[in-house]
């Protein structure tokens, strides 16, 4: 997964994942370029899915 491909559709991944998943906040989905880390850390606490399950579904967007 590409670095600018999230950033470029960043803001519709977000409200497609927070359209599956109620629980989480727009402080849940903050990314900042080189911070992808902090980002899957606070989804896989919030889903309690694995980084590679949640990479996986933030690709099929």
């Known amino acids: 997964m590409e670095k ?3 950033k470029g559709s960043w803001n519709e991944m977000k ?3 927070k359209q599956k998943y109620g629980q989480l906040t727009d402080d849940d989905l903050i990314f900042a ?3 992808e880390e902090e980002l899957y850390g ?3 606490k ?3 899915k ?3 399950e949640i ?3 933030i690709e099929e967007f």
């Open 33 to 35: 370029e080189g911070k």
């Open 50 to 52: 694995t980084k590679e």
């Open 15 to 17: 409200g497609k994942l």
């Open 4 to 6: 600018l491909t999230i």
């Open 42 to 44: 606070r989804l896989q």
């Open 46 to 48: 919030r889903l309690g």
């Open 55 to 57: 990479r996986k579904e």
